[in-house]
């Protein structure tokens, strides 16, 4: 088709959908339906999944962590018993991991212990505040800088000392006007004296990552209780060359201390950012398969409505076909008329679905508080789709269009 055929197709197209604004309204709505289910879940997906990465992502370069319980699980209640029977990891493990483990550059050991209200002698926090029991092996492992003062130290371990570090966000509103060194701070009914204070890292799913109390492993697990509790191993590799056989290294000091038969699985996890990421990612991806399957639904149930209303529109229009083909227009200039309208109808009706899902998608950021998110694959992807389904749909009343008899068309009334 010569690109003015191709002009004065398209304008004709456009004419006869301004035409009848109301019919074609209400063919639009399936259209707008299925977009609109497809762009909202995607668009939701991308600005969760940004943010979750952004957690899962909280590991030190080149760290790895080991627990009792899987980073990330997608799988029912039945799977999760095998986690529940396994025994605990002790702080001997873990200790028994920081001598042994010759290629590690740190190894530490963490637990939250408790969560609750934090009180100065200048404010009090809300509800939520975690309290984590940490060796100095974590700081490098979690990216943890030391803003003012410093960090927890082996001597705070070895004597069980009351001194905690905290975070950037619970320091501003434990001590507004102040430093925070040297000051006391009661967790959980216990004083403990400041000692340190993080740099900040900012907001994270609607909740705050810096809204947390660090003290001494030892104090943690003297207070709170040592035998029912299953400690994180966090360790850091000298660097990415090293990685794997530190990790191979740490499963093998950690099967001999656990007494793991010989061919028997490991009765821990290990996981890094880019295991945990991997499977997040794997997850969502049934996720937006199953919408995609849904949403294909509406968008075909909308293509026979559109087929049906363009049957209806050729019917209508027999007389116009008939007198644009005695003055010389050919099956073709037909057949891409009605193709276009077709595919114009379900452009609109697209356009209005992604403009309504990317605002209801990104409704979630603004609840959750995280930047939006617009994507762009995903609109091409609902673009071309909707093009498709014009074209699927459009074709047979346009093929039929196109192959009625000149003459009858004039005598049509």
């Known amino acids: 088709m010569h690109g003015s ?3 004065e197709s398209l304008r004709m197209a456009l004419t006869a959908v301004t035409a009848h604004k109301l019919r074609s309204a209400l063919t639009l ?35 790895f962590q080991i627990q009792k319980w899987p980073g990330a699980y997608f799988g029912g209640p039945e799977g999760f018993e095998k986690f529940w029977r396994r025994p605990n990891i ?25 969560a609750g209200e934090a009180v100065s002698r200048h404010a009090s926090s809300p509800p939520g505040v975690r309290l984590m029991g940490v060796t100095p092996g974590v700081f490098p492992a979690r990216n943890w800088i030391i803003a003012d003062g410093r960090a927890i130290n082996q001597s705070d371990i070895d004597s069980s000392r009351d001194v905690c570090v905290l975070a950037d966000g619970l320091s501003r509103t434990l001590f507004p006007f102040g430093s925070p060194l040297g000051e006391r701070v009661k967790l959980g009914g216990i004083n403990y004296t400041v000692v340190g204070l993080l740099e900040a890292r900012g907001q994270s799913m609607g909740g705050n990552q810096d809204n947390f109390a660090i003290v ?49 699985e490991d009765d821990f996890e290990i996981f890094s950012n880019d295991s945990l990421i991997s499977q997040f990612r794997s997850f969502t991806v049934t996720v937006r398969f199953g919408m ?9 149930a909308a293509g026979i409505g559109i ?13 116009e076909i008939g007198v644009r083909r005695a003055v010389g227009a050919k099956r073709r200039n037909i057949l891409w008329q009605f193709i276009l309208e077709a595919v114009v109808l379900c452009e609109l ?18 609840a959750l508080k995280v930047p939006p998110a617009v994507p762009m694959d995903w609109i091409i992807i609902g673009l071309a789709i909707c093009s498709a389904v014009g074209v699927a749909f459009g074709t047979y009343p346009a093929y039929k269009a196109a192959h009625l008899d000149p003459i009858d068309s004039l005598r049509y009334e």
């Open 5 to 7: 055929e191709f002009k």
């Open 29 to 63: 709505v399936g259209v707008i339906i299925g977009v609109f289910s497809i762009i909202v879940v995607m668009t939701a997906m991308r600005v969760l999944q940004a943010n979750i990465e952004q957690e899962l992502s909280e590991l030190g370069t080149s760290t």
């Open 90 to 114: 002790t702080m001997a493990q873990g200790l028994k991991i920081q001598e042994k483990a010759t290629l590690a550059r740190s190894v530490g050991l963490e637990e939250n212990f408790w």
């Open 216 to 264: 001494p492993m030892s104090v943690g697990l003297n207070r709170f209780g040592k035998f029912r509790r299953s400690l994180s191993v966090l360790v850091q590799a000298w660097n990415t060359a090293s990685f794997d056989d530190t990790m191979e290294q740490v499963r093998g000091i950690l099967r001999a201390a656990r007494k793991v038969a010989p061919g028997a």
């Open 292 to 300: 995609a399957v849904v949403s294909s639904i509406a968008l075909l």
């Open 307 to 319: 087929m049906n209303i363009m049957l209806i529109s050729v019917t209508e229009r027999t007389r």
């Open 349 to 366: 009706g697209g356009a209005v679905g992604i403009v309504l899902g990317i605002l209801a998608g990104n409704a979630v950021a603004v």
